[in-house]
C-alpha cells in the first residue's frame, strides 16, 4: 500500500513563508500527476496546485503567484513553497496525485496563518 508523508507545515505570520514536503512510497512515482490540496475546517478539500509528469504546474486562482509546486522524481517526493501566506491559507495540507485514482490519503499537513 502506498503512503504519503506529508511535513513542513506549522503556525507563522502573515506574509510569512513554509515549504512543505511529501514523501511518497510508490516506485511510479515519475509516472504520475502529482497535486497539493487542503481541507479548511467545516469546507471541502480542494486542490491548490499540481505538477504534471513532464513538470508542468498549475494553481486555483487564490494561491497564484505565492506558491510554487515541484517534484523530486528520484526522491519520489513533490514540495510546496508557500510565500507571502495569508489567514486564509490555514488548512490541513495534502499531498496525492492529481488524475486517475487517488492513494489513500496521508496525515497531511497541518499549516496555520494567524499573528
Known amino acids: 500500500q502506498v503512503q504519503l508523508v506529508e511535513s513542513g507545515g506549522g503556525l507563522v505570520q502573515p506574509g510569512g513563508s513554509l515549504k512543505l514536503s511529501c514523501a511518497a512510497s510508490t516506485g511510479i512515482f515519475s509516472f504520475a500527476a502529482w497535486g497539493w490540496y487542503r481541507q479548511a475546517p467545516g469546507k471541502q478539500r480542494e486542490l491548490v496546485a499540481g505538477i504534471s509528469r513532464d513538470g508542468t504546474t498549475n494553481y486555483t486562482n487564490s494561491v497564484k503567484g505565492r506558491f510554487t509546486i515541484s517534484r523530486d522524481n528520484t526522491n519520489n517526493s513533490v514540495y510546496l513553497q508557500m510565500n507571502s501566506l495569508k489567514p486564509e491559507d490555514t488548512a490541513v495540507y495534502y499531498c496525492?496525485?492529481?488524475?486517475?485514482?487517488?492513494?489513500?490519503w496521508g496525515q497531511g499537513t497541518q499549516v496555520t496563518v494567524s499573528s
Open positions: 496525492n496525485k492529481n488524475s486517475g485514482i487517488r492513494y489513500s
